[in-house]
């Protein structure tokens, strides 16, 4: 296993990368790959997976949002520089991903860490079932230990292609699994009050609490030659990732070792959230989503709900309305009145089936290996609380 300097650890006060235990890195393309000959900087990325095993060293659970499909693919198939048409951009980052993912995999190999290469659109993290497919493979495979690369698939998403919304994808990922911290390297140290590649006055901003109108007059319009996103994109991503309780850092990749760099000080800027993702989360369960059926349960389900546990299908009593896996559903206490609200882990036919069972009997009621939990207590938010005699 090849040796790794350990990322230094910040001073407390401020925002930190050594606070952040699941977190989510998305790669620009400029940084990855060379943009004259579309080759990609493998010293670079062999300094960022040090960087990235340093982190898991600590405890931090991490995956990479990684751009540079289609810059990689393009001289591969000997198409020539300057705009490309659609299916030429599609066809580019069909050969790109594979060689991107070979790319990450050698330089993680040395480390000991798997490489796992996942490719999402916006719909995945959009669509509910989608979205819950997606989530669980992500999770599954940081509990694994392996190290998700995920890419736009560009092959079938062409909102990405002709917009550049990586950095949108890498917040929606970052919601959708949790996470605390999202860093953004890019090819410029954070937000500035204006354009500093034409406004010498322009002010680095450290760190923003709030994103007001007047910070988002702030991002401007992506210069000619940089990246399709520019700032514009950043501001959105940031959006996404506070209301998921997930801090973001807009920080310079163009360093050697940048998240060692970011770790130490380095300038970037920080956007602050109030809130915790699994509070976020909750808040979402309890606030957003419109129920669309209900489940009773039996007085010994309502205190384990009530003491922070699982709804499992023993404790159901009755089944009501037409669900989805995913979908909302009202926990109803044996008074007939709400008590909590949650995400069920079955659609209503299977919840009518599994209803007053034990979870081991699942896969001989279902004729398949579900999870043991009808809601778990991550996606459940109780609503009232009730004091038993």
């Known amino acids: 296993m090849a040796a790794v300097t350990e990322l230094p650890r910040d001073a407390a006060g401020g925002p930190s990368l050594e606070q952040a235990r699941r977190l989510v890195v998305k790669i620009g393309s400029a940084l990855l790959v060379d943009q004259t000959s579309g080759e990609i900087r493998?010293?670079?990325?062999?300094?960022?997976?040090?960087?990235?095993?340093?982190?898991r060293r600590r405890g931090c659970e991490v995956l990479v949002v990684s751009s540079g499909a289609i810059a990689v693919g393009r001289p591969a198939l000997g198409l020539a520089r300057g705009k490309l048409k659609l299916e030429q951009q599609q066809a580019a980052a069909a050969t790109g991903q594979i060689l991107l993912a070979h790319a990450y995999q050698a330089a993680l190999q040395p480390h000991g860490v798997t490489v796992?290469?996942?490719?999402?659109?916006?719909a995945d993290t959009e669509e509910r079932r989608r979205h819950l497919n997606a989530r669980a493979t992500l999770t599954t495979l940081l509990r694994l230990k392996a190290m998700p690369v995920i890419n736009?698939?560009?092959?079938?998403a062409t909102s990405e292609i002709r917009f550049g919304d990586n950095d949108r994808l890498g917040a929606r990922v970052a919601a959708m699994i949790n996470a605390d911290t999202l860093v953004l390297l890019s090819d410029i140290d954070g937000l500035y009050s204006g354009d500093p590649r034409r406004d010498s006055g322009a002010e680095h901003l450290p760190q923003v609490e709030r994103i007001t109108p007047e910070i988002e007059a702030m991002a401007g319009a992506a210069p000619?030659?940089?990246s399709s996103g520019g700032m514009i994109t950043k501001l959105a991503a940031a959006k996404v990732a506070v209301?998921?309780?997930?801090?973001?850092?807009i920080a310079s990749g163009r360093v050697l070792h940048p998240l060692r760099a970011l770790a130490e000080g380095a300038?970037?800027?920080?956007?602050?959230?109030?809130?915790?993702?699994?509070?976020?989360?909750?808040?979402?369960?309890?606030?957003?989503?419109?129920?669309?059926?209900?489940?009773?349960?039996d007085a010994g389900a309502l205190a384990a709900l009530q003491a922070g546990k699982s709804l499992l299908p023993a404790g159901v009593t009755a089944v009501e309305g037409r669900f989805q896996r995913g979908d909302a559903v009202l926990v109803v206490g044996p008074d007939g009145e709400e008590v909590a609200r949650g995400l069920s882990a079955y659609d209503a036919e299977a919840a009518r089936r599994i209803a007053g069972q034990k979870s081991g009997d699942i896969e001989t009621l279902l004729g398949y290996r579900g999870r043991e939990e009808l809601i778990h207590r991550d996606d459940l938010v109780v609503t009232r609380v009730v004091t038993q005699s």
């Open 116 to 122: 796992s290469q996942v490719l999402l659109t916006l």
């Open 42 to 55: 493998r010293d670079w990325l062999a300094a960022l997976a040090e960087d990235l095993v340093a982190l």
């Open 243 to 249: 209301d998921a309780g997930c801090r973001m850092a």
């Open 267 to 297: 300038r970037c800027t920080w956007f602050l959230t109030q809130m915790s993702p699994r509070a976020a989360r909750k808040q979402w369960i309890a606030g957003t989503l419109q129920p669309a059926g209900s489940v009773t349960v």
């Open 224 to 226: 000619a030659g940089y």
């Open 152 to 156: 736009e698939n560009d092959t079938v």
